[in-house]
């Protein structure tokens, strides 16, 4: 079978840059900063790129040579980097904790998507590893592992594999969150999210469990779930669905324990325009403090997660293996903080909407 043929596109995708900066980089013409330049060359050279093409390797300059025989360089895959790096609110930030630890280490990167096809390309002869974020296939994990070389797993972990990973305390936060909501007064209480989409979810909803228990509130699973089907239609649509039928019943919670700040802002919206009041009927809360969780009204408790120190772990973990292959792999657990702010309150003695 013959090799694919490595593209600007391609590169564009690993290195970050557009087509267009690739493509000036390539043909050798100015308007492109030095740094932008010599990633494009160095993720150029380390996916064989000047073996296809026309550019004569021999004419870059020593500084840029210096650049791509450098110290080596880490995969970072996400499960859509285009999406994640730039536009995330949240896992942006862990990017930059990786990206930045990597770079004062004058350790070179490579983005790839855990869609793209480049994996089979990259030159490993200087691969020191390779860092997933979020939630990687199995496939991909398995076709990275071939590599042979340390993986640490961010937010993620896969059985069939070795590899560190690192995770924030999900059921710590969440059940301290419980905890601070039961001391208030709250009995009827409802965690939304889908606890099997991710490893996360499932001990957010978990920590959320294990709080009811402790505090003699637990009967069931469904006294207590609701759950969003990420596969089945829009989010805010199921939730307007969930509280269609909590109001039917009359057993809307006094407390909403959200899996995450984005099914939060969903949960305030609705109850507000049903009239209800938050927090004197409704308390809410999410998880992740994300900087436009503070700014909804009323701002809104959530859990706060070192998102940059995530990454800067990351890196740290995947050094301290490449020094210490013998030892097993670890889970990291990194301390989350509950940030307390006035989508919260003591139940109040109103459920129903405001008539206006």
Known sequence: MSRKRITMQMIADASGYSKYVVSKTLSGKDGVSDAARQKVLAVSKQLGYFKDSQVNINSLKVDDARQMDGEG???????????????????????DGIVDSLERENIGVIVLSSQSNLSGHVRTNRLLGVITVGLVSSDMLLELNKHNVPIVMVDHEETMIQADTIFMDNRGGVNKLTNH?????????LFIGNNLWSLSFYDRWLGFKMALETNNLYVSDKNYLLNIDYN????????????????????LPTAFVCANDNIAEHVMTILIERGYRIPEDCSVTGFDNLETSAQLNPPLTSIHVL??????????MLFWRLENLEFPPEKVHVYCDMIIRGSVGSPGKSKQPIKN
């Open 73 to 95: 360089f880490v995969l970072l895959v996400m499960p859509n980097h285009r999406y994640q790096n730039a536009d995330s609110i949240y896992w942006g930030k862990v990017f």
């Open 181 to 189: 909501l039961i001391g208030m007064g709250h009995k009827s209480l």
């Open 232 to 251: 089945a239609g829009d989010v805010e649509d199921q939730i307007q669905t969930h509280i269609d039928q909590l109001e039917k019943h009359k057993s």
């Open 307 to 316: 998102k940059e120190a995530i990454g800067q772990r990351a890196v740290n």
